[in-house]
């Protein structure tokens, strides 16, 4: 090891030093809220308005870096009224309304929801909530998050001024760099599933997760919203362990009846049906949908729910709760894939072994449709690829792990799974790893990670440090403390 062990954390320190909320009763800063509300850092199941009615957040909205509402399209539902979609704003006050004059401004005319810290019980208008009672973890706890999680959306195409230290470093001392921000990175996401791991339990959160996951960003609440309404009654009913040898027929059965459930409460099922053998398969699903749809009538999620736009038709919802459907019906998905991983030998073995527990064989239907009345794919297509079952393994399975084993202080698992990480195979690139390239190295830079850890540490930069700037780097640190921070570690590198 070149670089201390604790380098990037003691930028990090150096860029905000930790605040403390010890000094008083101050609310926390309006950003912080945001955060919060933006990654639903709450005890969802227990919302009420300051008017007494229950609520539930079906989707928390897009995040707004523009002038109006600070989250566009929300959905959200008040006791058994009929789901609405609207804007939501974030406020530290109820006063905020009035002060900031969103009730006379046109922008701000399809808020349905107004999120503030604390309320006097006064009933407003639009509905408030309060966030204060209803954090998933202490607010002292959530400060180190909080304080580091910056918004996703990447500046403007511009190389940053920290390429010309960067590129000055040796790929060794690079690599090393990318691996420590993949550090903080990992245990942020961990630190999210310990969270939510309190209120539901650890298979509960990591079914949350990977749900979450399979919707990606377009459509991650609504999959998460479809796993908090059913997997905790399949967890209730004991299941058993897959097993090669058991009768084929009633395991397809059992997919079958998976897939008509999560497509009937996702609101996904046609209504019309269509002709030839597609419509057959529709009208065989919803033969099992008819028989549970009293059951979760209340819990249908509204069309508006989803979004469609720059979805990929490999990767429509319909297909993907296709997925979710062989995973259940499997049989105890978090324990294979904890024995997976856990004699899996760090590298690409690993990952070929995680992807073998998650890719089910060709399913007949939905390895050739994306929608229930799609036309068929020229060749049939798997469910799950390498690069979509490495980004369940970085973000969602690995962090759940390791903090799982935190939880239980087994820190041979912890170190284990952090090699894991460490050496798990590169994902395919995409648009924003190459922006964050661009900022970071240049747009000429022939530099790439290596692994998925690199990829993940270099998103975390341009999350901590660029995103907190602008186009120009105006006021960022990052330039500074890598010339500074390197020359002192590695002189010979550069230049006096």
Not at 41 to 60: K, Q, Y
Not at 396 to 424: D, F, Y
Request: charged share 25%; with cysteine; net charge positive.
């Amino acid at each position: 090891m070149i670089l201390s062990p604790d380098l990037y954390r003691r930028w990090l320190a150096i860029l905000r030093p930790r605040q403390t909320l010890a000094d008083g009763p101050r609310p926390p800063p309006e950003r912080w809220l945001q955060q919060i509300w933006r990654h639903q850092r709450i005890v969802r199941e227990s919302l009420r308005l300051t008017d007494g009615r229950a609520v539930r957040v079906l989707h928390p909205g897009f995040w707004n870096r523009e002038s109006g509402p600070d989250f566009r399209g929300g959905i959200v539902q008040f006791d058994t009224e009929k789901p609405i979609r609207g804007d939501i704003e974030v406020d530290v006050n109820e006063g905020g309304w009035e002060t900031h004059r969103h009730d006379r401004n046109p922008a701000f005319r399809q808020v349905c929801l107004h999120v503030v810290w604390e309320s006097d019980g006064a009933v407003g208008v639009p509905p408030t909530l309060p966030l204060h009672s209803y954090l998933d973890a202490p607010l002292s706890d959530l400060v180190p998050w909080l304080d580091s999680n910056a918004g996703s959306e990447f500046p403007d195409l511009t190389a940053g001024k920290c390429c010309s230290p960067l590129e000055q470093l040796p790929g060794p001392i690079l690599s090393e760099l990318w691996q420590q921000a993949a550090r903080i990175r990992f245990e942020q996401k961990a630190a999210c599933f310990e969270g939510r791991a309190r209120q539901c339990g650890w298979e509960q959160a990591l079914w949350e997760g990977l749900f979450a996951a399979l919707g990606y960003k377009h459509n991650s609440w609504p999959f998460r919203r479809l796993a908090e309404v059913l997997l905790p009654t399949l967890a209730a009913t004991p299941k058993q362990p897959l097993n090669e040898t058991a009768d084929r027929g009633n395991r397809s059965e059992e997919i079958l009846v998976w897939q008509a459930r999560l497509l009937g409460i996702a609101g996904l099922l046609p209504h019309n049906l269509p002709c030839g053998p597609s419509g057959k398969w529709v009208r065989t699903l919803w033969d099992c949908w008819w028989r549970e749809h009293d059951k979760f009538v209340q819990e249908v999620l509204p069309a508006i729910a989803w979004r469609w736009s720059g979805v990929r038709p490999l990767n429509y919802p319909h297909r993907r709760l296709a997925l979710a459907a062989h995973w259940i019906a499997s049989g105890t998905l978090a324990t294979r894939l904890e024995k997976s991983l856990l004699s899996a030998t760090p590298g690409r073995s690993a990952a070929r072994r995680f992807l073998e527990q998650l890719r089910p064989p060709d399913d007949p239907f939905w390895s050739r449709h994306w929608t229930c009345l799609s036309p068929c794919f020229r060749q049939p297509q798997p469910l799950l690829g390498q690069p979509r079952a490495t980004d369940l393994a970085v973000n969602v399975v690995l962090p759940w792990l390791w903090a799982r084993s935190q939880h239980g202080a087994e820190p041979g698992i912890q170190n284990h799974i952090v090699a894991l990480h460490t050496e798990w195979p590169a994902s395919e690139d995409n648009a924003v790893l190459k922006l964050a390239r661009e900022r970071l190295l240049g747009s000429h830079s022939k530099t790439r990670p290596r692994t998925a850890a690199e990829q993940q540490g270099l998103l975390q930069i341009v999350r901590d440090f660029c995103d907190r700037s602008n186009a120009v780097c105006a006021e960022c640190r990052f330039p500074e403390l890598v010339s500074k921070e390197l020359r002192e570690i590695t002189p010979s590198t550069f230049q006096a």
